[in-house]
């Protein structure tokens, strides 16, 4: 008894002295925070945590996770309010596709109050009417109707397209129903998106236009149930949200007549969440937008360094709603990004006319804030917000001793004291300074995330973005849709507003002179390809890229469109030789499919109608790289060469992810100018799509669905060469555009509907 009397005694006395000295490092900690602070004043970089952007951290796969802390501890961090004066300037890159969602965070009240509502709200114009000299008619006037053979064959074709769709679309209702997108090889669900069902509202008018109403009401059903206000992501895309959602459930109203109201109240909805988006000191979106109630006490600028075609490719879909509900907020909202962008085009773009594919949109002509530039007490608060957090985090820990929890707290409180008043003289510090002059405080990210260093904003319209190097100049992803959205929006506004037809002129010349190339390559008479300009650092004079993207296959739609729409009858012949640059592309594999991007040389001198022969003699020696094998040793091993892909093709990424702009353009070229030729061309290319994506069933070889693949230079039909992959645009754009190919000439005419870059149409008033 007498040594387990001992025992208990030693246990306590053991256990005061782990409390005591825990204390007494917990106190110690204390008195080093303010030392911390005032050595930390000696640094160029001050910073500070915020906490939305401390809740999840990214693993560098789009992939969110906790934020790491190696004590396992939640991390103390600052509170909204200690930041509410600065406004935060956001990077602009984010990821537009992620790997995984973890269920929805809590909805938002729409639409928000503004924090920088406009002095005066840009009105909607007044359409003219189309017979006028300023907008001409599309479609061709000389199709005459189909006799009984081609009829035939074109609900043959018809048919085989349909049951393409049917295939895709039986598969994502059986496992993907309701999420974005289906992996067609492993049969899994996808959320890449927002998890509002892309590919359903991105094929909704496809099921409309192949008269498939009972997927329809279905589709519009579900679409009844989607919550715009809510989603599991810290962030909205605002590109690939405004284009598949807002686009879709437009259109989809648009198609029917307006006969699903449902449609258009959930694409009000839609739009009032984004429109939080454009709450910026200039008006330019936040294109990777936090949308969370949370977000919305701080005050966000649009990012210093965001692709053109996120800022850009905004303005039909919001035009179109705008017309719909007759609320020019909408209109207000992109009429201001292309009031900028016009200016950027004339005054600061390195090649006028042309867009770079990156800029700075934030509006900010930054001035990082000096310690000598400020007073100490100044340097002192932007450290006490982190540390704040510290404190708070003490005083919970302090709890567990009255002895040495009451020492403590005075030491803690008597810091709060000083850091609230440091704080208040803080506030009369930036208020005077904004009295003084027009810039305002700002934080800028830097290092990790969450991390920001103080400086202050003057005015200033968009920007080359400063560390986009080198800046280049093409059409293809990153820019495209801007460029394709002129003559569009210049259209859908019934061509009463004049500024969109100038941007579309502005652009030609220097598209030619500087994008548009004739390739040296087997037989190229009567093709042109897309290139573009590259400029590094400081120089004045750009460096010329020669390849060629399927994404710029749009380009000879746009030029088509745009010449029939103001009588100039030279951008159909450009929009000609570029389309059938790409069909060339198509014809140029073992599989006739063309590549994701590929490279090739150019001709001597800028005459596209000069001879220009490829010498098959020469070509390229084979890439090789030194690897290391399984003895240790090295070996050099072919990486791709002249035995890979076409002789007269110097590289490519023989990708393929089942992309529609080719089609897109031969459907354009068909409507515009009645010509059968592309129809037959049309059919080449969606029928070699078709044979080289399927997905075969492995016991009875039948095809079940359509993947993107990873070559297509292999035409040996290998389960291995699918990518498992299927994006909503596969059912929304390609096999849209392949349909309306071989339908009815004047169904969804392009005099009265206009596409969106999603290939959703949209009735012209």
Known sequence: MLRLRRLRWAVVLVTLLVVSLYYYDQRQRAKLFVMNIQSEEQENTQSLDLPQFKQQQSDGQ???????????????VPQEDDLIGYEILTIGTGASRVGSSNGLLPGVSVPRRQKFPPSEIHRLPSPRSP???????????????????RRSADDVRLKAIRDAFMLSWQQYERVAWGYDEVRPVSEKAANPFMGWAATMVDALDTLIIMGLDDQVARVVQYIATIDFTATFRNDIPLFETVIRYLGGLLSGYDLTDGKYPILLEQAKILGDNLIGAFDTPNRMPVVFYPWQDKDTKLRFRAGTDVTVAELGTLTLEFARLAQLTGNDTYYDAIDRVTDEIIQFSKHKS?????????????????KYTQPDEVAADDLVTLHQVRGGGRNRFALENLKLSDKFAN??????????????????????????????????PALVPVGRRGQYRRGRCSP??????????????????????????????????????????????????????????????????GILFLGGQSFKDEETTPTPIYDMQHLTCFAGGMFALGGKLLNRPEDIDLADKVTQGCVWAYNSTRTGVMPESFSVDKCPGDDWNAECIFDGTTSQEPRTKEVTDHLG???????????DHPPDILDMSPNYYLRPEAIESVFY?????????????????????????????????????YSGVIDVTDNRNLATNLADVEESFWMGETLKYAYLLFDDFDHISLDQYVFNTEAHPFKLN
């Open 62 to 76: 789009g992939n969110s996770r906790p934020p790491e802390n190696s004590n396992n501890q939640q991390s103390p």
């Open 131 to 149: 017979t006028t000299e300023n907008l001409r008619r599309v479609q061709a006037e000389t199709n005459s109707p189909p006799n009984d053979r």
């Open 350 to 366: 390195p090649i006028p006319g042309l867009l770079p594919l990156r800029i700075d949109a934030s509006g900010c002509d930054l």
């Open 407 to 440: 020492k403590i707290k005075d030491e803690v409180a008597q810091m709060d004291k000083q850091a609230d008043e440091k704080k208040q003289q803080k506030q009369k510090l930036q208020k005077r300074e904004n009295e003084k002059d027009s810039s305002s």
């Open 460 to 525: 200033k319209g968009l920007d080359v973005a400063l560390h986009a190097t080198p800046t280049k100049f093409t059409f293809g992803g990153g820019v495209d849709s801007v460029y394709e959205y002129y003559m569009k929006t210049y259209q859908l506004l019934g061509g009463s507003e004049d500024k969109y037809r100038q941007l579309y002129l502005d652009m030609i010349e220097p598209a030619k002179k500087h994008i548009i190339y004739k390739p040296k390559v087997r037989n190229n008479n």
């Open 633 to 643: 040793g090295t070996r050099l091993t072919n990486v791709g060469g002249p035995y």
């Open 669 to 705: 070229m068909y409507r515009i100018t009645g010509d059968e030729k592309w129809r037959e061309q049309g059919w080449n290319m969606i029928s070699s799509v078709l044979n080289l994506t399927a997905v075969r069933d492995p016991s009875t070889n039948e095809v079940k669905a």
